[in-house]
C-alpha cells in the first residue's frame, strides 16, 4: 500500500501526543520546550501533508508552514531568553523552583 | 514494496523513535541530540513529499539555529554529566493515560472519515511560486502577513537582548549578580 494523507496524519498525531506526554512529565525547562517544539512541528507535517493531499491548487499551507517555523524560532529565542535570565536568579530551570515568577 | 514506500516507513520510523526517545531520556544532552534527529526525520517527510523548499527551511532553522540554540543553553545551565531526577511513577502513568486517550480519539475520528481531495490542477511548490505569492498583494498574497512576522522577529530579538542581557544598573539591591566579566555595552 502507497502511503497516503492517512500515514502522514498518524505520524503528526503520534508526534504531537508524544510532545503532549513530554510537556506532562518533564519538568525541567529546557526539556519542556522541546516537547513544544515537537508539538510545532507535528502541526508543520499537518498543514503540509493537507496541502499536498487536499488542496495541491493552492499553497496555503506551505505559507502557514513557512509562518509558523517563523513564529517558532522567535519563541524558541525568547524561551531561551528568558531560562537564562532564571538561571542566573535562581541556579536551577526546575519548575517547580521557579513558582515565584517576579523580579 | 517499492522503493518509496520503505523509505517513508524508514522516515516515519525515525521520526516517532527518536522524538519518542528525546521525551523519555534521562540525560538532557542525549535527549537535545534525539531532538535533532527527529526534526532531521520530519524534514526528511517534507522531501519525501516534494515540497523541497520547505524541507531546507526544517534544515537551515530547526538543525541549524533552534537546535544548537538549545544545546548551548543546555551547555549554560546543566551541570555535565548529570541525570535528570527520577519523576513520579503516578505522573508518568497518568501523562501517558491522558497521550494515549488523545491519540486513541483523534484516530478513531481519522479513520472514521474519508478525505477526498480537489480535483484541479496542483501548483508545484517551486521557489519562483512561492516567491511570487509570498511578496503578492492582490488576492491569496501573504505580503501582510509577511510584515507582521518581520516585525514579531525584530520585537523577539529586542526582547531577548533586553531579557538575557545581564543587569548592569545596581538600583535593585537584592537582585544583583556578581559578574566577574565587566559590562561594557
Partial sequence: MHPGLNEILFISTALFFIGVYGFFTRRNLITMLMSVELILNSVNLNFIGFNKYLWPHKLDGLFFTIFVIAIAAAEAAVAIAIIINLYRSHNSIDVENAEELKY | MEGSTIIF??????????????????????????????????????????????????????????????????????????????????????????????????????????????????????????????????????????????MLLLAALIGCIVIAAPSSSPKRGETQHTNPKPNTN
Fill in chain 2, 9 to 150: 516507513y524508514l522516515l516515519a520510523a525515525l521520526t516517532l523513535g527518536s522524538g519518542l526517545l528525546a521525551v523519555t531520556s534521562r540525560q538532557i544532552f542525549r535527549s537535545a541530540i534525539y531532538l535533532l534527529f527527529s526534526l532531521i526525520g520530519i524534514a526528511g517527510l517534507y522531501f519525501w513529499l516534494q515540497y523541497e523548499f520547505i524541507a531546507a527551511v526544517q534544515i537551515v532553522v530547526y538543525v541549524g539555529g533552534i537546535v544548537v540554540l538549545i544545546i548551548f543553553s543546555i551547555f549554560l545551565t546543566q551541570r555535565t554529566g548529570e541525570k535528570l531526577p527520577e519523576q513520579k511513577l503516578g505522573r508518568q502513568l497518568f501523562a501517558a493515560l491522558a497521550a494515549f486517550c488523545g491519540l486513541a480519539i483523534i484516530l478513531l475520528q481519522l479513520y472514521k472519515f474519508k478525505l477526498i481531495g480537489t480535483a484541479e490542477t496542483p501548483v508545484e511548490p517551486t521557489v519562483a511560486n512561492i516567491g511570487t505569492q509570498m511578496l503578492g498583494t492582490d488576492v491569496g498574497g501573504y505580503a501582510l502577513p509577511f510584515e507582521v512576522v518581520s
